[in-house]
């Protein structure tokens, strides 16, 4: 059982400034608790907050080289802590320990690492003129992150944030808490200064209003599903301070009448079913051709019932999803595509055969969805994947778009054909033929996607105020 009824706070792990209730962890694996931790309050994070303005005027003017030190001092005690924060991710929330090491603990590496590199020689200043136009730190930043990828999104907010100067106070998932705390041992260990980095564990009604609605927060940061980004939005807007969000997704994946079916089906149904298909990215909604239904239905059919579905510590494709209070809402989603008449091509409701106890679900198929059907529309967020048939390549970009969303988007088929649709889809990111993430490619959403970007050198903006000023340099005079 692990175990963490304090706070991070200004450099030190803290008791809660007030007599805190304490929350059981669940493994969703066994069902079981794996460990406890204290909830906030909105003392706490007055506390936290108060620790970081206070830190604010002394980081922000650091130098680059201090900053490029710092995050490079973060990445080694990352890699001594890897192995614990892979371990952790899969006891928490479920993700197969392959996973949880090749992909999801690597991705906090790889945020740092990236930010290193843009860090070296970004542009903070530049001379128009007379001119001198000036990017600055923001100042005190709040980031509530989610459970799906813990590490991802901690790390693709902080590792910007510090190497821009500013400081802030985090708010995890309660769902998975235990990765953030390896996180802020991380950066303790590495030598962030008292007052940079604070975490604050707790539940999005109590500690997530107090952040967003924080006086002395300068921008919040949230990732997490639409309906929550509206309230953070909200308790936000009295104080007029910026907003950045990562939000739901309904993603299509257009698989064009002249692509590799086997290949584009196939590669399709893993890319969704990934992580449980608990990514907000997954590829949901497969749009193919209307004569090559029963043969793309039978493909995605035989890659669905590959995988395999268990023990995440075992050699499983698929683990859990997260809680049972996601199970549920999978089921109910689940068989309401079978009440509207969708084809249950595979899986279904209930657990896989032989796995009594977990939260575990079939990997689902359906074809001959509508793109009306409530499985078309709203976001599942588990291994459920819905296969749209198509007249015409028009009517697959219309109704690709035809979604309050707009995160992502993939398209199967001949390059220059590929590169045609992917400029008519309204999405933030949209992958061609399969290709890996890139690390540098800016993540954000279109509509209710959110706004603002995510990754790379885009990242940094999100974290700096422009100034101008003007009259810096006196104007030559003519010879």
């Known amino acids: 059982m692990r175990e963490q009824l304090k706070f991070y706070i200004d450099g030190a792990w803290v008791d809660p400034s007030q007599g805190a209730t304490t929350l059981e962890v669940i493994n969703p694996a066994t069902e079981a608790p794996m460990g406890r931790i204290a ?49 952790v991710i899969t006891e928490e929330m479920g993700a197969p ?68 100067g500013c400081t802030m106070v985090l708010k995890p998932s309660e769902i998975a808490p235990f990765n953030a705390i390896i996180w802020a041992e991380v950066l303790h260990a590495a030598g962030v200064p008292k007052g940079v980095f604070n975490l604050v564990n707790g539940d999005g009604p109590t500690v997530g209003v107090a952040l967003s609605s924080h006086p002395l927060v300068d921008m919040v940061s949230f990732t997490g599903s639409t309906r929550a980004g509206v309230e953070v939005a909200k308790n936000a807007a009295p104080t007029v301070k910026r907003v950045h969000q990562e939000l739901g997704g309904k993603s299509p994946n257009i698989i064009l009448p002249s692509a590799d079916l086997a290949k584009a089906v196939g590669g399709g149904v893993q890319s969704m079913m990934m992580n449980s298909g608990q990514s907000c990215n997954a590829p949901s909604r497969m749009f193919v051709p ?19 579905v268990g023990d995440p510590n075992g050699n499983a494709m698929l683990g859990p999803v997260v ?23 595979t899986g279904g409701t209930g657990r896989p055969e032989g796995l009594a106890k977990g939260y575990y679900v079939k990997p689902t198929i359906f074809a001959d969805v509508s793109n009306d059907m409530t499985i078309a529309r709203e976001e599942i967020f588990g291994p459920v994947l819905a296969m749209l048939p198509y007249d015409s390549v028009e009517q697959a970009i219309e109704q690709g778009n035809d979604t309050v969303y707009g995160l992502a988007a993939y398209v199967q088929g001949p390059e220059e054909e590929a590169r045609q649709v992917a400029r008519q889809l309204r999405a933030g990111q949209v992958t061609l033929n399969g290709a890996g993430f890139d690390i540098m490619a800016p993540f954000g959403g279109f509509k209710q996607s959110g706004n603002g970007r995510e990754w790379g050198d885009h990242a940094f903006g999100e974290f700096l105020e422009v100034k101008a000023i003007v009259g810096w340099s006196i104007p030559q005079a003519a010879e």
Request: proline share 3%.
């Open 290 to 308: 209307r004569a090559k239904m029963a043969e793309a239905a039978a493909i995605a059919k035989a890659a669905a019932e590959g995988m395999t």
């Open 39 to 87: 909830l906030g309050s909105a003392a706490d994070v007055d506390a936290a907050v108060k620790a970081a303005a206070a830190a604010f005027p002394a980081f922000s003017r650091t130098t680059r080289a201090e900053r490029i030190e710092l995050l490079s001092a973060i990445l080694a005690e990352y890699q001594k802590r890897y192995a614990d924060i892979a371990a």
């Open 97 to 164: 320990a392959w996973l949880a090491n090749q992909a999801q603990a690597a991705l906090g590496a790889a945020h740092l690492q990236a930010a290193i590199g843009v860090l070296q020689n970004y542009r903070f200043e530049e001379e128009r003129g007379t001119t001198l136009i000036v990017k600055e730190p923001i100042g005190v930043c709040g980031f509530i992150t989610p459970w799906n990828w813990p590490i991802n999104q901690i790390a693709c907010k902080v590792a910007p944030a510090l190497a821009t």
């Open 323 to 345: 809680s049972e209070a996601q199970f549920n809402k999978i089921q109910g989603l689940i068989q309401k595509g079978i009440d509207e008449g969708a084809t249950l091509v």
